[in-house]
């Protein structure tokens, strides 16, 4: 079965960086689109970033662009989401997840979630 | 602000029937299908429609979506203690290049 493991999340300062990883298992990943979703505290759900299967593509939420890279590596079945300039409003529970379809679309196929803390 | 628009709350009482909506525009619902989650607080969001209309296996049949023009709606019938979450809606916005979530709305059973 599908399965997406984060991993990266920790406490970190005001403009420092961080980088997450997601593990992935149980289809070929290396022929689906992937996502990052983030939620922060007591909020709704918040799309970040996604990626083609082959990496070709990517986009990113407005408030991540120039900030975050979402790259992947096909080989080792990872995706990884680098995140620099962090602010407090970056922080939440980020979540991989994987579209129903290989195309793309919105998820279908969650992780667990790693928590990003922004703090002094 | 989300630009799919949820009520933020809902209520009925066991064995009701609750319809929540989800209304955009033609640039991604009105073009796009769309998801919805379950979320109990804590957790990871979990699927219970794709594509509109359709469940996921273990998502049993009093669960349903549908989509009309720009807007959708997810239907919980024989409402159950178990069914207390948050639900969000989500589609892919063809103007944004990019997923959009609905507000959230919290189900409350009475």
């Known amino acids: 079965q599908v399965q997406l493991v984060e991993s990266g999340g920790d406490v970190v300062q005001p403009g420092r960086s961080l980088r997450l990883s997601c593990a992935a298992s149980g289809f070929t990943f290396s022929t689906y689109a992937m996502h990052w979703v983030r939620q922060a505290p007591g909020k709704g759900l918040q799309w970040v970033a996604f990626?083609?299967?082959?990496?070709?593509?990517?986009y990113y939420a407005d408030s991540v662009k120039g900030r975050f890279t979402i790259s992947r590596d096909n080989s080792k079945n990872t995706l990884s989401l680098q995140m620099n300039s962090l602010g407090y409003e970056d922080t939440g529970v980020y979540y991989c997840?994987?579209?129903?379809?290989?195309?793309?679309?919105?998820?279908?196929?969650w992780g667990q979630g790693t928590l990003v803390t922004v703090s002094s | 602000q989300s630009v799919l628009t949820q009520p933020p709350s809902a209520s009925g009482t066991p064995g009701q029937r609750v319809i929540i909506s989800c209304s955009g525009s033609?640039?991604?619902?009105?073009?796009?299908?769309v998801n919805w989650y379950q979320q109990v607080p804590g957790t990871a969001p979990k699927l219970l429609i794709y594509?509109?209309?359709q469940r996921p296996s273990g998502v049993p049949d009093r669960i349903s979506g549908s989509k009309s023009g720009t807007s959708a709606s997810l239907a919980i019938s024989g409402l159950q203690s178990e069914d207390e979450a948050d639900y969000y809606c989500?589609?892919?916005?063809?103007?944004?290049?990019?997923?959009?979530f609905g507000g959230g709305t919290q189900l409350t059973v009475l």
């Open positions: 990626i083609s299967y082959d990496g070709s593509k990517k």
């Open positions: 997840a994987r579209p129903i379809f290989n195309y793309g679309g919105p998820p279908g196929y």
């Open positions: 033609s640039s991604n619902i009105g073009s796009n299908p």
């Open positions: 989500a589609t892919w916005d063809d103007s944004l290049n990019g997923v959009l």
């Open positions: 594509s509109s209309n």
